[in-house]
């Protein structure tokens, strides 16, 4: 579904030089789920039913970083308890509830969050908001691919710059690559290479990139880095900083499915993310995903042993690669690793390893053709792909 643009939205557009066949185009990118599914690669993944069946016909499902386990048991009660109560489009103040829960532990502003079923429309939202025919996107190469393809699709220029030779973002190099540009992308930690860019650097971009520009940072992985919870970004905007901090439920808390998470920024931020179609998405939240989130932040005791485990898992999985002279690239600070097979291509060992009842990713990127993603899962997945791989690498 093609969602109308508002008239304040159409003057913000036109006013930036859009072309209105590119606000139309904008427009696409506020359809939801199915309108993303082009520049997701986790909403083009789950409408591709012959990839999607064979991932979900697989043993060990460690492709798509998918947490190996569900919600956390008290976001379950609390999301089935609410259950009952879906004849009310809100119950109580869920989502009022959702924000002061946030605010407290991020120590943000209220005014500064902004709950969405999950980051993917947040990161285009951004390119519309923010970027322009005259002010475009930067982000690092490799990355997550959700920005750089909305800005292909409304013809917003788009520079992609290498990472350094630590795999962190080049933020000098991005700021040379376009001195104007409407929004830099830092994704911490990286996906697809696992790794950190030092809050430092990241502090330096945001000091000194061009007036008017945003940094968008988006820490999907941020739970599972040693980053958390002591340095991450949520300062930035709480010091009302040009910067909008996205955050998703579908990695440590296990919510992938439920579509949640929100994105922090000033106010005017805020509103200027959801101006052209009146931000009515953010007010469709599902309940029960909305109450399992709000639970599910103060379970601290469980968050850290959900960390411990994928820590322990990704060192045991970590041990058996590079002992077999894998080179990994790294080091990775999230739930999944990157192997360079040298010699094969990644989609090559995707079959492969397809054919062995494990389903791993590979192929995504243009500038590494042999080097796959392993998602870790829990410890029987592992063994599972440990098995597997024993037999494709001997083969």
């Not at 997550?144 to 800005?151: I, L, Q």
């Not at 300062?235 to 909008?244: N, P, T």
Request: charged residues 20%; proline residues 6%; glycine residues 8%.
């Amino acid at each position: 579904m093609t969602k109308i643009i508002t008239a304040e939205g159409k003057d913000d557009l036109l006013n930036r030089g859009y072309s209105r066949r590119q606000m139309l185009r904008s427009a696409v990118l506020f359809g939801g789920a199915s309108a993303l599914a082009g520049f997701s690669p986790e909403s083009a993944w789950a409408q591709d039913d012959s990839v999607k069946m064979e991932h979900a016909h697989a043993k060990f499902r460690i492709g798509q970083n998918e947490c190996w386990t569900g919600p956390f048991a008290v976001g379950v009660a609390a999301g089935a308890k609410i259950l009952s109560q879906s004849n009310r489009y809100a119950p109580h103040d869920e989502r009022g509830d959702f924000i002061r829960t946030v605010s407290q532990i991020e120590n943000v502003p209220e005014d500064h969050i902004s709950p969405w079923p999950g980051s993917g429309e947040p990161l285009t939202r951004t390119v519309v908001a923010f970027c322009s025919p005259a002010r475009g996107l930067v982000t690092a190469d490799p990355t997550y691919e959700t920005p750089g393809r909305a800005a292909a699709f409304l013809n917003v220029p788009l520079k992609a710059v290498p990472l350094k030779a630590d795999y962190s973002h080049d933020v000098r190099a991005m700021l040379a690559a376009n001195p104007n540009a409407g929004v830099y992308y830092i994704v911490n930690p990286n996906n697809p290479t696992g790794t950190m860019t030092p809050m430092a650097d990241i502090e330096w971009l945001v000091e000194n990139k061009p007036a008017g520009a945003i940094v968008l940072i988006d820490e999907a992985y941020i739970h599972w880095s040693d980053a958390y919870p002591n340095n991450t970004a949520s300062h930035l905007a709480a010091q009302g900083k040009d910067v909008i901090i996205l955050r998703t439920f579908s990695k440590i808390f296990g919510m992938a499915g439920a579509r949640m998470g929100y994105f922090m920024a000033r106010p005017d931020l805020v509103k200027k993310m959801q101006m052209h179609d009146g931000g009515t998405l953010s007010g469709q939240l599902p309940m029960p995903s909305l109450v399992c989130a709000t639970t599910s932040l103060t379970a601290h005791d469980e968050i850290a042993k959900r960390r411990k485990e994928l820590m322990d898992t990704r060192a045991m999985t970590i041990d058996f690669l590079t002992k077999r002279g894998l080179k990994l690239i790294g080091p990775s600070q999230t739930n999944f690793v990157m192997i360079d097979w040298k010699t094969r291509t990644a989609k090559e060992m995707q079959a492969a390893f397809r054919a062995q009842d494990v389903e791993i990713a590979g192929g995504r990127w243009p500038i590494w053709p042999t080097v796959s993603r392993i998602s870790i899962g829990s410890k029987t997945d592992m063994e599972g792909f440990f098995s597997a791989f024993n037999k494709v690498v001997s083969a």
